[in-house]
């Protein structure tokens, strides 16, 4: 009975095993065979830059997001009555 367990859990491990090689080598098959797909959506991604709004610097915008996520919390605290600020 015991030697029937350990067929089963052996089969069972090799079983598994086999499985994982089989997938390692079907991800780099199609790693291969798209790699003509993925640069060249690498490059239509790197060529499209964020813009910013003229007259506007990145610190502005953070300084607006920070007042209106301060101002959503305390907002937040007040109407559940807990954690006031000073």
């Known amino acids: 009975m015991i030697v029937q367990g350990l067929k089963l859990t052996l089969v069972g491990i090799i079983v598994v095993f086999l499985f994982l090689i089989l997938l390692l080598i079907l991800i780099h ?12 959506e690498a490059s239509s991604l790197t060529s499209h830059r964020p813009s910013i709004p003229r007259g506007k610097s990145l610190f502005e ?11 959503a919390i305390a907002a937040h605290r007040k109407r559940r009555g807990r954690y006031r600020l000073p």
Not at 61 to 71: G, P, R
Request: aromatic residues 4%; charged residues 25%.
């Open 61 to 71: 915008d953070n300084h607006k997001l920070t007042a209106i996520i301060s101002a």
């Open 29 to 40: 098959l199609s790693a291969k065979l798209l790699k003509p797909y993925t640069r060249k």
